[in-house]
């Protein structure tokens, strides 16, 4: 059989069948973020429009919770969490900050100690 | 015959498309990053291409989980982007090219690719934000645009190398094409980033550099590389360089002059990393 296994990545979970089978539901709810009437729809009645999309409990109080790695564990892909940031006023530093345990402004001081001074232009 | 004048890579992340609509290209944080783009700009006015080949990812616009391609080719006569949920303004369509899109597609499956045929998308901001750098003030209305999509979003991906021979099969495609028509590649994406999960915002400069020397002069090295080796140095969302060795791989064998680098860390959660490559005759 051929060997597809993805190699472990540590504080990574692969969005693989797998994950896309368990999280599609609550993918495809933050798919319709992208409309803004959806996006209202949602934060009018976050419960109703949860249920709309079937969630499980699980999904449901992650999403209450604004659990984001355990939204990840249960199937959620970040391309379609990122949709969430319209709706709750985040940016990918907020989110990244949520993710690692640290504050906006500390997540940010970890990318800047990792990149700046390493610019080359030419 | 057609012809590839040239290959620019160039990130598509939305804080830059949002860095455009506000005006903040001269600040600090912006300038180091925009300086390569009035040169590049420059390069395409002078030698002004008839047509882009955009290989971009879908970022959850059209090609969601319900029906997502592997390899997708744009046949439209125009793309319309939208609303992405988070604030990105759209901008006006974008004219497609019909006849290479087809002339493409049909040498494709003749050498034995099989890419999803879409004759109406809508693009993301990974084709967008690139048209807004490139020619910015909806200038683009002189250029036909060519969308050509990669799956960066679910596992399993296309494998680098396979990305890389995809885009040898188009540049073929190209080139054998019987119109005297100025051909420009736009890799876009990339380069180190991690969106999710609790390893999320780790760059590696070091690695983002390594692959545009290699881009440059031996992209097969990239190549032997794994998605999961490609997430391991440089993150979750490394692996949007796929799009970049479609670019390369389209340019050709031959070593391209490389005319312009550009790389700034970070930008939002990304190593930004811009080339502008001259194929040699």
């Avoid at chain 1, 999403?63 to 199937?75: C, H, M, S």
């Avoid at chain 1, 319209?86 to 500390?106: A, C, D, K, P, Y």
């Avoid at chain 2, 319900?66 to 997708?72: C, R």
Wanted: include cysteine; proline fraction near 6%.
């Amino acid at each position: 059989m051929t060997d597809y296994k993805m190699k472990p990545v540590e504080g990574t979970v692969h969005f693989d069948g797998a994950q896309s089978t368990k999280g599609f539901n609550f993918n495809k709810m933050c798919f319709s973020f992208n409309n803004e009437d959806a996006r209202q729809a949602f934060l009018a009645d976050p419960e109703a429009y949860m249920d709309q999309f079937k969630l499980t409990e699980d999904f449901k109080q992650a999403l209450r919770d604004k659990d984001l790695n355990k939204l990840l564990e249960l199937g959620g892909s970040i391309y379609y969490m990122a949709k969430l940031a319209g709706i709750f006023g985040w940016n990918m530093q907020v989110i990244g900050g949520m993710q690692s345990g640290r504050t906006t402004e500390e997540f940010q001081a970890y990318l800047d100690s990792q990149g700046r001074g390493k610019t080359t232009n030419g | 015959m057609a012809k590839i004048i040239g290959g620019i890579t160039t990130s598509h992340i939305p804080a830059i498309g949002v860095a455009i609509d506000k005006g903040l290209e001269d600040t600090p944080y912006y300038r180091d990053l925009f300086a390569i783009y009035p040169p590049i700009r420059e390069w395409l006015g002078e030698e002004k291409p008839d047509i882009a080949v955009l290989f971009y990812n879908d970022h959850g616009l059209e090609m969601w989980l319900d029906k997502k391609p592997t390899y997708a080719i744009g046949c439209a006569p125009e793309y319309q982007n939208a609303d992405e949920g988070w604030g990105i303004k759209p901008i006006p369509p974008v004219t497609g090219e019909t006849e290479l899109s087809w002339h493409i597609v049909n040498h494709l499956i003749e050498n034995d690719f099989d890419p999803t045929v879409c004759q109406d998308i809508k693009v993301d901001h990974g084709a967008t934000v690139p048209m807004t750098l490139l020619w910015p003030n909806h200038t683009y209305q002189g250029i036909k645009v060519i969308p050509v999509a990669i799956n960066c979003e679910r596992h399993p991906m296309p494998k680098p190398s396979r990305s890389y021979a995809f885009g040898k099969a188009i540049g073929d495609a190209i080139r054998c094409w019987d119109k005297d028509q100025k051909v420009v590649l736009l890799g876009t994406g990339g380069l180190s980033h991690q969106l999710d999960g609790p390893r999320a915002g780790i760059l590696n400069a070091d690695f983002d550099n390594w692959c545009m020397d290699k881009l440059v002069t031996n992209p097969e090295e990239i190549t032997q590389f794994s998605n999961v080796d490609l997430i391991e140095r440089g993150g979750a969302q490394m692996v949007e360089i796929a799009m970049w060795l479609a670019m390369r791989g389209a340019m050709g064998d031959g070593i391209p002059e490389e005319r312009m680098r550009n790389y700034v860390s970070p930008i939002s959660n990304t190593g930004v990393g811009v080339q502008l490559l001259i194929p040699q005759d």
